[in-house]
């Protein structure tokens, strides 16, 4: 059972599963990967605790987002080596002024903190990557994403990120609502709260989308024999 499973009980569970609930879905032959909201502002500085990284940026996360960037890393590599379309998204610096925030938390400052909106290192996207800012939590709100996925025959999403309760649901449940098989890779998605970040992945599997660790994610994209050996 996976880990995010065990903080529901046992007969919560069976009754999901019973209503239909919790079904997998089946990937297509035209996958792109949706990386939400990767951003320093997000995570935060690495070496920092959860109470340093919120001083530094409100809504960053902490230890979790740099022990969950690497395997971030790796999904986007593998998007890369077979030449499949790698999406990051995050917030429009001047969201506040125009649209309102993403979410009803309060802000310190209107203005974006600098660095905020810079990507890491590690994950940061390449020339010809598109960059889709957002006013909203779902990367499908006001956006061209869902007719960019359509003009380029898209049939699967894989998606990745931040976090897992807000931003990453949001864009999970309106790519189901724009009929997308979407899969949530587990280990690649990161919350502040390790229990919103459990009851979400069981909503979103349960109801919007199929979550799937990095390992079963390479198994389905790659197949058997192309599968990466750390994977």
Not at 38 to 47: A, E, K, N, Q, R
Not at 194 to 216: G, P
Request: proline letters at 6%; a neutral charge.
């Amino acid at each position: 059972m996976k880990d995010w499973m065990k903080i529901v009980p046992a007969e919560e569970r069976k009754a999901y599963e019973k209503g239909g609930f919790m079904t997998a879905g089946e990937i297509g032959e035209r996958t792109a990967l949706v990386v939400i909201d990767v951003t320093l502002g997000f995570c935060g500085s690495p070496g920092q605790t959860l109470e340093e990284a919120i001083a530094e940026f409100g809504p960053a996360c902490g230890p979790v987002s740099w022990e969950t960037m690497p395997r971030i890393a790796r999904l986007i590599a593998m998007f890369r080596d077979l030449d499949r379309p790698v999406i990051f998204t995050r917030s429009h610096p001047l969201d506040t002024q125009f649209a309102g925030k993403a979410t009803k938390s309060k802000r310190v400052s209107p203005v974006m903190p600098p660095r905020f909106n810079d990507f890491p290192e590690s994950i940061a996207p390449r020339a010809g990557e598109w960059v889709l800012e957002k006013t909203k939590a779902s990367a499908f709100f006001q956006t061209p994403l869902a007719s960019y996925l359509v003009k380029n025959q898209i049939d699967s999403l894989i998606v990745c990120g931040v976090s897992t309760s807000g931003c990453v649901r949001a864009s999970v449940v309106d790519a189901f609502s724009n009929g997308f098989n979407t899969f949530v890779v587990d280990d690649c998605c990161f919350d502040r709260s390790h229990f919103a970040h459990c009851a979400n992945l069981f909503d979103m599997n349960a109801k919007y989308a199929t979550v799937v660790s990095l390992d079963e994610a390479s198994g389905m994209i790659l197949g058997p024999q192309m599968r990466p050996a750390q994977a």
